[in-house]
């Protein structure tokens, strides 16, 4: 099983620019969830879906959008990059909400 | 929201050695999470544990979760354990995984 795979590792972004995060799961996790991680911080939550067919927002929503577009995969879009979205995404799953969850490697997005 | 907080922020060892971390968090919880994260980056889910003892080799985790702490023992500690380690809990009305800032720590031969 690869787990949880996001692609792409690495991304540079001009201000304005859009872009998709992907992101997809083999362990028939039911839940999934985005995060975005800054220098010195912890992991702060954007947007989470708990089963296929619903999204919604955590901690930090504003400036993304989310598609849980079937079981396995779930992407992140930034429809207008801005500089405070440099960050390092992570996608992660779990069987369900309140339950052991497993990350994926990161992408490292910076937008200038 | 809930706040997590973990202790110490930063903590350095020589090889072998054993450490004690802390997370408090501040309402009931129906999840508890224990992360290392290594220098690459990468997030290992280390331990579930919403309450009671769990053992996984040198690393062993309790969560009292009526005083609203958990604690993450390290022992005979190795240098491949630097990284940070983070708690996350998820409050017993919610869904959502709230995480602390971190433990620093730093492993040398």
């Known amino acids: 099983n690869a787990g949880v795979t996001q692609t792409p590792k690495f991304q540079v972004l001009k201000t304005g620019q859009s872009m998709t995060l992907q992101c997809a799961q083999d362990?028939?996790?039911?839940?999934m969830y985005w995060y975005r991680q800054d220098p010195g911080m912890g992991l702060r939550l954007i947007y989470y879906?708990?089963?296929?067919?619903?999204?919604d927002k955590g901690e930090v929503p504003n400036g993304y959008n989310v598609s849980r577009l079937n079981k396995r995969e779930f992407s992140l879009r930034l429809e207008s990059a801005a500089p405070s979205q440099t960050s390092v995404y992570f996608c992660?799953?779990?069987?369900?909400?309140?339950?052991?969850?497993?990350f994926g490697s990161g992408t490292r997005l910076t937008v200038v | 929201g809930i706040q997590v907080e973990q202790s110490p922020p930063d903590l350095i060892l020589q090889e072998g050695a054993n450490s004690t971390l802390r997370c408090n968090f501040s309402?009931?919880?129906?999840?508890l999470q224990w992360f290392h994260q290594n220098p690459w980056g990468q997030l290992i889910n280390l331990f579930y544990?919403?309450?009671g003892t769990k053992q996984n080799g040198r690393l062993s985790a309790t969560t009292v979760a009526t005083e609203r702490y958990s604690l993450l023992y390290i022992s005979s500690s190795q240098t491949t354990d630097s990284g940070v380690y983070f708690c996350?809990?998820?409050?017993?009305?919610?869904?959502?995984?709230?995480f602390g800032e971190g433990t620093q720590l730093t492993v040398n031969p």
């Open positions: 992660a799953s779990s069987e369900r909400t309140v339950f052991k969850i497993e």
């Open positions: 362990m028939n996790h039911n839940s």
């Open positions: 879906s708990a089963s296929e067919g619903t999204t």
């Open positions: 309402d009931s919880v129906n999840n």
């Open positions: 544990i919403p309450s």
């Open positions: 996350a809990v998820g409050e017993a009305s919610g869904s959502r995984l709230t």
